[in-house]
C-alpha cells in the first residue's frame, strides 16, 4: 500500500492509499478517484515531502493496525457498502447502467479476477467491512 497526497482541480487538497502507483494512475484513468470534499474526478499528486523530525526523540511509524483502521474509517464514511453485490454493482457503473459513485464491498477472488480481466478497475481493501448492506 502507497499514501499520496492528492490535489483536485478545484485545489482541494487530501490524501488516500493505493494498491501500488500503477493502481493510482489506472483508478484515476477511469474516473475513480474523487475529491473528498467536492467530488472531482480531475485529481493529480502533490508534491510529496518526506516527514522529516527536528527534536532529538524520533517517534517510531504508526502500528499498521492503526493506519488500517483509519483507512476502513475513511472508506466507510466516504463510499456505499454494497456487500455481496459488489462485482455487480462496479459492473453495473463501469457500463454506465447505474451511476459511478465510490462504493466497497464483498467479491470471491474468481469475480474479482473476472472485474480486472474486463478492465474494471477495483482495488482490495486490507480489512473487511464492518457494516452490512441494507
Not at 61 to 87: H, M, Q, T
Amino acid at each position: 500500500m502507497i499514501r499520496f497526497h492528492l490535489k483536485c482541480d478545484q485545489n482541494h487538497e487530501f490524501e488516500s492509499w493505493f494498491q501500488s502507483g500503477d493502481a493510482f494512475d489506472k483508478l484515476v484513468a477511469a474516473g475513480m478517484v474523487s475529491c473528498t470534499l467536492c467530488g472531482s474526478t480531475q485529481i493529480s499528486k502533490s508534491i510529496m515531502a518526506p516527514a522529516v523530525s527536528t527534536s532529538s526523540e524520533i517517534t517510531a511509524p504508526k502500528p499498521a493496525e492503526k493506519a488500517i483502521a483509519e483507512l476502513r474509517d475513511k472508506v466507510e464514511a466516504n463510499s456505499d457498502y454494497v456487500g455481496n453485490g459488489f462485482a455487480k454493482e462496479a459492473r453495473d457503473m463501469h457500463e454506465g447502467t447505474v451511476p459511478e459513485r465510490p462504493i466497497y464491498g464483498e467479491a470471491n477472488l474468481k469475480e474479482a479476477k473476472k472485474l480486472v480481466d474486463d478492465g474494471i478497475p477495483v482495488v482490495p481493501l486490507p480489512f473487511m467491512p464492518r457494516k452490512k448492506a441494507n
